[in-house]
């Protein structure tokens, strides 16, 4: 009987092993390894620095650009480069918190190291949200946010980066963090880019690389359906011009734009590379030149093949005018000075630890360290995240009471007859006693929809009626990180029952704060009950990197109702 046991006890020990071993694994070199994370971080930036001045811009047909109009000799993220920022916050959330952030976490090292107006889209609409006290997922559900948006799309590379070979781990890191600011097809986005730079680490194949990718994603998905179409318009149509319009066609509203959309988006990236062949300016050339959002798409494509090809293997008309710098304007607490490559250091750092974490082993010290990675076949996502107008508008109104309902006191000790409904709470509303000259001041900072005011009136028929607002802006601030000067400014809109009936700029020039006083005609509602809404925006600079210099100040709103027509009418 005790033979039998020592039998069965030394085919126990040994089973886990011949399991171990059964399993097939990849290996890469230390230096493969960086070799591609620079490639990965360099084309990136390369696609991003040659779109950024067609953003939003380019023509259908498309432009003649094939090169940079002025050649860079270092990158600077002063100038919509969260292309960049995103990743390099997300590589430091991971090395920080371990591969798994939480949305707390996330969101915490948002707050301390974005400066929110160098913040725009979905992830703006989140971080606002997120102050306001709401939580992802929420801040990405639609209604609440766009949803689709491009956002998650172009955040999430660390994702593949740190996971290669790991298209699952790639998958599920983008899965959960692109929650934050997208839904649905926005998530979709940050998964198949992430998966796509997992793979690239050990594939070649282009369309296997979309192909395996493509795999993770939910079967319902309208991105899936994209990459299907866009494979089998490539094997249909030798020019490139043809897929993507026909790309447009069918999921664009339009056949010139369709800025924000993950799905479209994501299409050009697709097309770029595989109409590129693999030529590095080919590849993020075409992507730009299919427009849409055309710094990020040219960005993601060059850092897929970067990935691919290696910062070795990338034409380096494309890579060594950057000379390894990236100048940081736009993340708090790191140096002005990075060097490009020290970033993909600590990429493959962080990669060690997911390696490790799911399976892998590290043999080997330093820079002759060996990673072997576990081969594994992608697992489709079972989410299912389906767009309506009635989940859309639920969520909307949602979102809108969570807002009133914290702003409901502000105007308590304003005037009362006013409620604020919106307003960020990055620099929480308040009533000043003071400002420049006038008392029981009303300061709002715009926020995911700007700052809105609402009161709804009866106004007495056969009465001429007029709106005067009180209104001035921030003070001049000095801009820690470039030191310029930010000068207050924002625009007045004034509705009535949801119609817009006049604007004014509140902005002077060279800064100083002035009060201004304009009045808006509400005669043509003379007998009606109106509702007015007085709504601060934003006045948009991609220099500027406060909100707060876009504050809202009022002194007071008051209406005027006369027997004659004022003189200046």
Not at 32 to 59: M, N
Not at 419 to 438: H, I, K
Request: proline share 5%.
């Amino acid at each position: 009987m005790r033979m039998r046991y020592k039998f069965l006890l030394a085919a126990l020990l040994w089973l886990p092993l011949a399991t171990a071993a059964d399993v097939p694994s990849r290996q890469i070199t230390y230096r493969q390894y960086l070799d591609k994370a620079q490639g990965g971080w360099l084309g990136k930036i390369s696609g991003v620095t040659l779109g950024v001045p067609r953003e939003f811009a380019e023509t259908w047909p498309p432009s003649d650009i094939s090169y940079f109009g002025e050649i860079p000799d270092h990158f600077s993220d002063l100038y919509s480069g969260d292309d960049l920022y995103f990743p390099l916050l997300i590589q430091i959330c991971l090395k920080k918190y371990g591969t798994h952030p939480t949305y707390e976490q996330y969101m915490r090292e948002w707050s301390d190291q974005l400066f929110r107006g160098k913040v725009w889209g979905a992830n703006s609409i989140a971080l606002e949200h997120y102050w306001a006290g709401i939580m992802p997922p929420k801040t990405g559900f639609p209604g609440y946010n766009g949803g689709h948006d491009i956002d998650a799309q172009i955040d999430f590379d660390s994702a593949g980066w740190v996971a290669p070979g790991m298209i699952n781990q790639a998958a599920e890191i983008a899965d959960h963090g692109g929650h934050i600011m997208c839904w649905g097809d926005g998530v979709d986005g940050s998964v198949m880019v992430a998966a796509m730079l997992s793979e690239a680490f050990f594939s070649s194949d282009v369309e296997q690389v979309i192909r395996r990718a493509q795999s993770v994603l939910p079967p319902n998905s309208a991105y899936r359906a994209m990459v299907d179409d866009v494979l089998r318009w490539h094997r249909e149509q030798p020019d490139w011009r043809v897929t993507r319009q026909l790309l447009a066609k069918k999921y664009s509203s339009d056949s010139t734009t369709e800025e924000s959309s993950a799905v479209v988006n994501g299409g050009a990236v697709l097309i770029g590379l595989l109409y590129g062949d693999k030529d590095f300016g080919k590849t993020v050339v075409t992507a730009m030149h299919c427009g849409w959002d055309s710094d990020c798409n040219p960005a993601t494509a060059g850092g897929i093949l970067g990935t691919m090809l290696g910062a070795s293997g990338i034409d380096p008309r494309w890579s060594l005018i950057f000379h390894d710098t990236y100048e940081n304007y736009c993340l708090r607490g790191l140096p002005r000075w990075l060097h490009i490559s020290d970033i993909a250091r600590e990429t493959v750092e962080i990669g060690q630890k997911v390696i490790l974490e799911n399976g892998g082993h590290v043999s080997g010290a330093g820079e002759e360290r060996v990673f072997s990675i576990p081969v594994e076949e992608p697992r489709t996502l079972a989410r299912q995240e389906m767009y309506s107008d009635e989940l859309i508008k639920r969520n909307r109104h949602e979102m809108q009471d969570h807002y009133r309902e914290k702003l409901k006191l502000v105007t308590r000790n304003w005037q009362p007859e006013w409620q604020l409904t919106m307003a960020s709470f990055e620099n929480p509303p308040e009533v000043l006693a003071d400002y420049f000259g006038r008392h029981r001041v009303l300061r709002a900072q715009p926020g995911a929809d700007a700052v809105t005011l609402q009161r709804t009136v009866t106004l007495a028929a056969g009465k001429h009626h007029y709106l005067r607002v009180g209104v001035a802006h921030h003070p001049t601030i000095l801009n820690e990180q470039t030191r310029r000067p930010e000068i207050g400014k924002w625009i007045l809109e004034v509705q009535a029952n949801g119609n817009k009936i006049g604007e004014f700029t509140v902005y002077t020039q060279g800064g100083q704060v002035v009060w201004e006083d304009p009045q808006f005609d509400l005669t043509p509602y003379a007998g009606q009950t109106v509702r007015l809404s007085l709504v601060g925006r934003e006045k948009v600079s991609d220099t500027e990197f406060y909100m707060a210099s876009e504050s809202t100040y009022w002194s007071d709103a008051e209406i005027l109702s006369l027997d004659q027509p004022e003189p200046w009418r």
